[in-house]
Structures are given as C-alpha cells and as structure tokens.
C-alpha cells in the first residue's frame, strides 16, 4: 500500500489525527463511528449549484445583497486549500469540479470546531453550514456555523509530493487525477496575502485567504474531459433513438471472434470446458439481428483487441456500431457527416474542434477514393504520381512501387539492380528481392517509420500477398504520411479493395473493389463502413479466403463462422453498417492527444516495485 516510509510516517500521523478527531466527536455525544466516518450529511446545495446560483453568474451577488437578503446554505466537499492558525482562517472546499471559499471562526463554532479545523488535512471532506457573504478582496465565501467531520484523507495529496505532471501517476491513480486536475490550479498556497473581512474588526495576522497558485501553463480539466465523454454517448444515443433505431446488446464472451480483422484474447469456460474469445467487434450479431426484422439497430459497448499500445490504440475501447436496412455506403456517408455535426454542436455547441495544436471544423469534408487520395497525396521523395490505371493488374502495380522504391530509397537502387523483373511479380521465398529487403530492414532507423511503412508495402509484395492488400497497405503510408496533414480535416476515403473487406458488398461494375468507406479525422481512423455483403455463398467465399491467409501467417485474418453464413440464408435485405470508435471521436472534441486521457482506467504496463525511500 506504501510507496515509500516517508508515507507510511504520513499514514501513521493522520491515523493520530483521526484519534484526536473521535476524541472531540465524543464530547459532543458522538460514538466513535459517528465522529470519523459518518454514514451521511443533509446539503441543502451542492458547490456547483450554489455558485450557479450566487457567483458564477453575469451580476454575482454583493454584500448589501447578502445582507438585505441572507442565503444561509450546508454543503459539503473536499478540502484543497487550508490556511487556520490562531482563531481563524480560510479553506477552500471543492465538489463536483467547483471551489468555495469558507471562513472558519472560533468566536462563531466554538473552540471545539476550531480545535477540528485544525486537525483537517489537504483532501479530507467535511460539511459545512453557515451563510455567505463577500470580502473585502472580492470573494464570495460561506461564514461557518458549524463544521461535520466526513472522511479522512490518509494518504497527501500526490501533488504537493509528486508533482501532477507525472502523467504515468495521473493515468495509474484516476481517482486522484479527478479531483487533482479540474482546470483550476492544483498547487496548495502556503503563503498569501493577509484576509480582509467586511465588518470585522478582529485583525486576522495569522490566518490567511486561500489564494490559488497560477502555473505557467493552465492546468488539465480531466473532469471536464469524462463531463464531455459522457456528453457524446447521450447525443449518440439522443440522434439514433428519434430515428427509430433500437439499442440492443450482443454477447461480449464469444465460440468465433468475428467482424474485423484482429487477434482476440482468449479464455477459457470451465462448466462447457470450451476456449472463449472476448469479441473484437459486435458486427456478426447486429447483422443476425437485421436478418430476424430488427431493420435499424445500434449498440454502443466494448471492443476487445490484443493488439498494441499507442497514443490511438488501447486493447479495450468502445464502438458504437449501427446497421441500416435498405441502405448502402453511400447512405452512410451522408449520415456519418450528419452524425459527427450533430455530436460537435450538443457537446461543444460549435463544430469547430481544437486537436494538436490545428482548427478542425467538423462541418467540411472531403471525399476521396482510395485511388484517388493514393494519386493525390503521392509524395514528391516517391518520383511522379502514378496514373490510375496502375490499380488495375499486379504487373502494373509492381512498376509503379518498383519506381518508387528505388526513387525515394536510392540504396535499394543499388541492391534491387540483380534483382529479375520476372521475380517482382512472382517472388521467390529466398530469392534476390526477399534478400534485398531483409537488407533494407536492418538499416532502416527504428524511428523512421515512414519508409519502414514503405518498405512493408514491398514486403508484403513479395511474400505474395493479394493486389488489393498491398494496395490498401500503400495507402496507409501515403495517407498517413507524417510529413504531410492528409487526413487532419474531415476525410471520407472509399471504394477499398476486396482483399481487405470480407465482409463488404463488391462494387457492381469493379468485382475486385468493394462498396467501402472509412472517414478520418485528426489524422486517424474514426470509422469504417459499407454495404454489408448479403450473399451467403460469397460470403462463405470470402471467409475461406480468409483461412488461406492465416495459413500464410496472418493471425488477424478471420476465421469461419458457418452459423452467420446461415443466418444470411434467411435473407439479409440490403444494408448499411457502421462503426465509430467513441474514445477517438471523444479526443477530437475534446482536444485530448492520447486515448489514455479519455478512457477513465487505461491498461498499463505493471508498475515496478519502488525500492527507494524519501529521503
């Protein structure tokens, strides 16, 4: 529990604290229970609204108001400010993301009450009761009554020993980062200014207002991120609930992970003695449900992936996913730009968003094919732009990538000059363009991770993976290029090869495309959508296709799910699905640059043992 002996010593001294606390509880008729950890305290306002009310408002109320007009209020919260010495003193009390300024005393809540006020620490809660009224300096405060001891804070507040720029500490301990980290300044004021109390004529030299401390740069409002999070599921939910979608549940233990391309976790259920998987994707279910008449369905819930760890990525995340029947991908983009408009405004009342530091307006798009986005955002280091021709056989494709290659990586020139035109095409497993590849990998920097990315595109060329694969692979490098700000604003990129969509309608004129979008915003995948392939036998194609390509090393490829391709025997009308990764679109509206920062308890590589003590 303890991280170092100096908070242990810290644990021990307030475990006194506490003692002395029960021992003025019980002069006034309280058992032990009672004085330390009351079961309760009758507020008649909370912070927030009590400073809705008197002082966050276009005209606060002033002291003659006061006056003429008494607001006499309980309230109750946590203390993060503290200055009592003498007779009297300032606190600051804070509840639900709000501060108040409390006056405490003696001549007004008895020497017992002061002599509790003087046992509180940094982060203990207590209620309060009294009247407000202004100082001279200008601050609303409440003039205390009476003072109720609520819980003990055992352990400081990991800002004044920490420091709340540790961001490790504030992803591992959310529950402190919450109350640490609400847009006002965390630092505790140890000196300040001396009180000046409307009609007082008590000099207070030793007690002090409680003064916030202003950082250089403005502290995070992480409450306000999570307020804001909250805010997007109820819009999501308010949009598809007036358009006679019904949110439904789908299992999350699953016999076939299915529904995207991505390695599961995997467990076991003893009773049946069968191995489970924590679903990647609800897709498969929610289609089921369409087939059984459900003509407009969405869930919003978790997505499990074993999958990496980055400021995008986390292997436990939330998707909304929704289904229209008789409807198809182009439907689906007009909704999606309707969709995003209508969060942007009930969230943030505006559709211009603020992320790294570039103005995104959630009101513009752009829409580009696949083909189209790869021909225009061609980067100038790969040579000329490629002609739109070049998609359509792999001889074609492997001029255009040979071109680029020994453009852009001058010393693959030199090792790709033995390797046979012929073998570009149909490459050998140890033959001279495997060979020149694996030499290419070991001197690239591990940092560089735009020509790594290029170079997979030859890799996976020649390993012999399908056209369209290398064709959507050399897409992410152009698209994401980090040289370049591609995919900043709004993008929808559609039309996606069917190598990369077992699951999407083929395009009916262009069978080795697919009816296929996925939009993009902030420079990443926000969602992915298409025109659900109906067809069974086709599907049960693909999904055979898809066993091939774990045969060839693919792990994330898809296995055979022969009770879906079932289901579509039934009937599955024309449809259009889509899925919308929330924690992304949550730090696009919020302007948080990793998804640790809106998933409220992030996975976290296990925290080493601290072997040091304070000194």
Not at 256 to 265: C, D, E, Q
Not at 396 to 405: E, G, H, I, P, S
Not at 535 to 556: A, I, M, V
Request: hydrophobic share 40%; net charge negative.
């Amino acid at each position: 529990m303890f991280e170092s002996e100096f908070e242990e010593n810290m644990y021990r001294l307030r475990q006194d604290k506490l003692r002395q606390i029960a021992e003025i509880g019980e002069r006034a008729g309280l058992t032990y229970a009672e004085a330390t950890y009351p079961n309760h305290f009758a507020f008649t306002h909370t912070i927030p609204e009590l400073r809705a009310l008197y002082i966050d408002r276009p005209q606060p109320f002033t002291e003659a108001e006061f006056e003429a007009n008494p607001v006499h209020a309980a309230v109750a919260g946590r203390l993060m400010q503290i200055r009592i010495q003498g007779k009297a003193g300032f606190a600051n009390l804070q509840q639900g993301g709000k501060r108040l300024q409390i006056y405490i005393k003696k001549d007004v809540v008895g020497e017992d009450a002061l002599a509790l006020a003087k046992l509180l620490d940094l982060g203990d809660h207590i209620g309060v009761t009294g009247h407000l009224f202004v100082t001279r300096s200008g601050e609303t405060t409440l003039q205390v009554a009476t003072i109720t001891f609520l819980a003990k804070a055992m352990l400081a507040l990991p800002d004044k020993y920490h420091g709340l720029e540790d961001v490790e500490l504030r992803y591992r301990q959310r529950y402190v980062d919450l109350f640490m980290n609400t847009g006002q300044s965390a630092k505790q004021t140890e000196h300040g200014p001396a009180p000046v109390v409307a009609n007082s004529t008590e000099p207070f030299a030793t007690a002090t207002e409680a003064t916030p401390v202003v950082s250089e740069a403005p502290p995070p409002n992480v409450r306000e991120v999570f307020v804001k999070r909250a805010a997007v599921l109820r819009a999501l939910r308010k949009y598809f609930d007036e358009r006679g979608y019904i949110e439904v549940e789908t299992p999350m233990l699953v016999g076939i992970a299915g529904g995207a391309a991505a390695r599961p976790f995997i467990t076991h259920h003893n009773t049946f003695d069968i191995d489970l998987s924590l679903r990647i994707a609800p897709e498969l279910y929610l289609k089921r449900l369409v087939v059984g008449g459900l003509d407009r369905v969405y869930e919003i819930n978790r997505n499990f992936r074993n999958e990496g760890v980055d400021t995008s990525h986390n292997p436990e995340f939330t998707m909304l996913e929704f289904y229209q029947a008789y409807a198809n991908y182009h439907d689906l983009m007009d909704l999606t730009e309707e969709i995003v408009k209508f969060v942007a405004m009930e969230v943030n009342g505006t559709t211009i968003a603020n992320f790294n530091g570039v103005e995104i307006d959630l009101g513009k798009w752009t829409k580009l094919s696949m083909r189209e986005a790869i021909i225009k955002w061609w980067p100038s280091e790969f040579g000329d732009a490629p002609s739109s021709n070049c998609f359509q056989s792999r001889d074609l494709f492997v001029q255009v990538l040979r071109k680029a290659a020994e453009t852009y990586l001058p010393v693959f020139r030199e090792w790709s000059k033995d390797v046979p035109t012929a073998e570009w095409s149909n490459p050998q497993k140890d033959g001279t363009l495997v060979t020149a590849i694996r030499q290419m990998h070991r001197t690239l920097a591990a940092g560089d991770a735009f020509k790594k990315g290029f170079v997979n595109v030859i890799v996976e060329l020649a390993e012999g993976a399908p056209l369209g694969k290398c064709i959507a692979t050399l897409f992410e490098v152009v698209g994401e290029n980090p040289f370049a700000s591609n995919l900043t604003q709004p993008t929808i990129i559609y039309d996606f090869p069917l190598a990369v969509s077992p699951l999407s309608k083929q395009k009916p004129d262009e069978p080795d495309w697919v009816e296929r979008f996925e939009f993009y915003i902030g420079g990443f995948e926000v969602g992915n959508a298409f025109s659900e392939l109906n067809d069974p036998l086709e599907q049960r194609e693909r999904f055979l296709d898809q066993l091939k390509e774990r045969d060839r090393g693919d792990d994330e490829a898809m296995h055979m799910d022969e009770d879906y391709v079932r289901a579509l025997g039934y009937g599955l009308p024309p449809t259009g699905g889509e899925g919308i990764g929330i924690d992304r679109l949550t730090m696009i509206l919020t302007g948080s640059k990793s998804i640790r920062d809106v998933i409220l308890f992030p996975l976290l590589r296990p925290q080493a043992k601290q072997t040091e003590t304070a000194s």
